[in-house]
């Protein structure tokens, strides 16, 4: 029987990974370390696949609770436009609030316990949902505690998550692992709108979130087989105050010449794209005259496209460098994506070229995802790759995502849906040229540049 890590097993842990312990277990040590295990392909690295598998039921039970918790809003407690916008709202603060603490928290601990601790308690958090709806006794304010606190798990997870991949499977293969890893959410995004919807009709909305629940389990349970010792955190000085390792954290994002370009990038694209994820629905039904049925064709194409790209995506990489796969791939989906907004004439027409963009853009996307997040992670060191992580997803989840959809709002009452779509294309085209003119095309591999510019974690690599 396994039971959860803790303090006395994290010592223990340490202690057998610096030389404690009888010659089988150093020899069992030795041969689940990420740097000494080598396969010809991730799919064949035992704890990879543990990790895979458990981050696939977990993305498609977090599209189930993405679709049910609105219409459990919606239809069970009648809630209105102002009670769905604090839902959004609610969602989003918790990542402002606590994303920076959870950066700091994950670079003092074991990344795998903080994420199976996480999943465990965001599986009951959902749990009660469902039973206080068996009960008659679910509220709209209860929504909104549980989904503030699932944003602050959801915050404390993705800074984890990241930072933990390149223990299990070393640095050298971030680019593979993280494009077999965006396959989950494609396949997620393809299968699990239909699912949700289907869920929600037979068993309805409150029962429907009982899947995402099991399916924390199933993550927390697959990362709690994983075999592979965990590399021990560095030691820190006891009286160093959480604020001061937020702060280096924010020093290095500030300061860092790969780093800043992507920070800064990330803000109005996210702000831009933002108008999109407020707007597109509306834009295709209203403006285009799409029925649901095709609206869901053209959404479903972006997921099928996620999934081909994740495929193509380590193969781009490697063939033109991780850089320029990243730039190049932004520029071209840019590019394409421009058809959205010009999209007119009869339904066939409009469908196509809103079609277009979401099949191939959304491939194109999802491999400039993939050479980002292991450009990070190949740069970054591992005692502040969770602040790094963490930064960076309050600049872009808790910053400028709500700030962008607030103004488009605004904007599309000035001006309508198919305006504001245009000019959320063209900020976000306009974004890439904080990369253009960045060092990040010469980058072919993010090794090469950190051999050619060490880190030590505050002025190496970093903007004078």
């Known amino acids: 029987m396994h039971a959860l890590p803790s303090h006395a097993d994290e010592g223990r842990a340490h202690g057998e990974e610096e030389g404690a312990g009888s010659p089988l277990e150093r020899a069992s040590a030795r041969r689940y370390s990420p740097t000494v295990v080598q396969t010809r392909s991730l799919w064949q690295h035992e704890d990879f696949r543990k990790l895979w598998i458990g981050q696939t039921v977990s993305e498609l ?109 070393g640095r050298d ?9 965006a396959t989950s959410s494609s396949i997620a995004e393809i299968g699990g709108p239909g699912f949700a919807g289907a869920l929600v009709q037979i068993v309805s909305a409150p029962f429907a979130i009982l899947v995402d629940a099991v399916s924390f389990v199933v993550s927390a ?15 820190r000085e006891t009286t160093t105050r959480i604020v001061h390792e937020i702060g280096e954290g924010l020093r290095i994002v500030r300061r860092h ?3 800043f370009p992507l920070a800064a990038r990330s803000v109005p694209a996210h702000v831009f794209g933002a108008f999109y994820g407020v707007l ?39 063939r033109v460098g991780i850089g320029r796969a990243l730039v190049g791939t932004a520029i071209a989906a840019s590019m394409l994506g421009v058809l959205t907004p010009l999209a007119q004439g009869p339904v066939a027409l409009a469908t196509l ?72 294309w063209a900020g976000m085209a306009l974004s890439i040229l904080l990369l253009v ?17 060490p880190i030590d974690g505050s002025r190496t690599g970093a903007i004078p």
């Open 61 to 169: 039970g977090s599209v189930v609770t993405r679709t049910a918790v609105p219409l459990v809003a919606l239809l069970v407690l009648g809630a209105g436009p102002w009670e769905l916008a604090v839902l959004v709202i609610v969602t989003s603060l918790g990542v402002l609030l606590v994303g920076l603490i959870a950066g700091a928290w994950v670079d003092r601990l074991r990344r795998r316990p903080l994420l199976i601790w996480d999943d465990l308690i965001r599986a009951l958090l959902l749990l009660s949902i469902p039973g206080a709806y068996a009960l008659g006794a679910l509220r709209i304010e209860q929504l909104y505690v549980v989904m503030f606190i699932e944003a602050c798990l959801g915050a404390l997870f993705d800074a984890a998550y990241p930072a933990y991949v390149p223990t299990l499977i």
């Open 173 to 181: 293969r971030l680019v593979e692992g993280n494009s077999r890893l």
């Open 221 to 235: 349970v697959s990362l709690l087989l994983i075999r592979a010792p965990e590399p021990p955190r560095p030691p």
């Open 257 to 259: 010449a790969i780093i």
């Open 280 to 318: 597109y629905s509306i834009y295709l039904l209203r403006e285009l005259h799409l029925d649901p049925f095709l609206l869901g064709i053209v959404i479903s194409a972006g997921g099928v496209g996620s999934l081909v790209g994740s495929l193509f995506a380590s193969r781009v990489v490697n």
């Open 353 to 424: 070229m809103v079609f277009l963009p979401q099949l191939i853009g959304d491939g194109l996307q999802t491999i400039e995802g993939v050479a980002e997040r292991s450009l990070i992670q190949g740069v970054i060191p591992d005692r502040v790759l969770g602040r790094v992580n963490a930064t960076l997803d309050v600049v872009a989840h808790g910053l400028a995502y709500p700030l962008g959809a607030l103004v488009a709002a605004f904007v599309a009452e000035q001006i309508g849906a198919r305006g504001a779509i245009a000019i959320g």
């Open 437 to 453: 003119f960045s060092p990040i095309p010469g980058v072919r591999a993010a090794s090469d540049y950190v051999t050619a510019n």
